[in-house]
């Protein structure tokens, strides 16, 4: 495994000769929002209010490194790798670090430095980024009607559902969704193994894992 980025169908060492030498990873921070009341003590949480918890961008910190004949050769090295990273915008970047998973995000900030010999340099580049790492494959159930288990490995998602006949009513943590026809639905599909009660016939479920 050569270990580095990719873009997009492009590698940071493969195609531009660049290694991978540190990586800082800043987790996202759990977005939270209190409201104080005069005359009362302390705040009104409603973090969860919806339910589940939010949470802003994480963001990743890579460095670079490459060995170069000369400072000219560098400066060019430089410049391109530096073009390619700065076009790094909204789109899945795939860690060799990790299997299965992607991020999703962009670069926001490149800086570089050389050795005093001309010859090596490195370049720092930060992503901000989606909090969570999302599966490179979709992950799909059949449910038949009358109780289905489902496991989902990552944390909780929502689901997208399809009748498989005319309509189907999914229910799933007390909460119920009827779809006639391809849908984001708002059941919320936990993490572990997961009760899905199935009305009308069958459907299907499909959902990406996430996980930190």
């Known amino acids: 495994m050569n270990h580095g980025i990719s873009v997009a169908g492009y590698h940071s060492l493969d195609d531009f000769g660049w290694r991978l030498i540190d990586r800082v ?14 005359y009362a003590n302390g705040s009104l949480d409603y ?14 910190e890579y460095t670079f490194a490459k060995d170069f004949k000369g ?4 400066m060019e090295g430089v410049r391109e790798f530096i073009e ?18 992607h ?5 926001t900030s490149t800086k570089w430095e050389h050795a005093k010999s001309g010859v090596r340099a490195t370049v720092t580049a930060t992503f901000d980024l989606y909090p969570f790492m999302v599966a490179d494959d979709e992950s799909t159930a059949t449910l038949e ?7 989902n490995e990552g944390r909780a998602v929502r689901l997208t559902a399809k009748p498989l006949r005319d309509w189907a009513t999914i229910t799933v943590g007390g909460e119920s969704a009827t779809v006639r026809k391809e849908q984001v639905t708002s059941l919320c599909l936990e993490a572990g ?16 894992e996430e996980r930190m």
């Open 25 to 38: 990873e800043t987790p996202p921070q759990l977005r939270t929002t209190k409201v104080t009341v005069p």
């Open 47 to 60: 973090t969860g209010v919806y339910g589940e918890p939010f949470y802003g961008e994480k963001s990743i």
């Open 71 to 74: 400072i000219s050769e560098l």
């Open 84 to 101: 390619w990273l700065s076009g790094i915008c909204n789109t899945d970047i795939r860690d060799s670090m990790f299997e299965e998973f």
């Open 103 to 107: 991020n999703h995000g962009s670069c």
């Open 145 to 151: 009607v009358g109780t289905n288990y489902v496991i």
């Open 193 to 208: 193994m997961v009760e899905i009660e199935v009305d009308g016939g069958p459907a299907l479920i499909r959902w990406f």
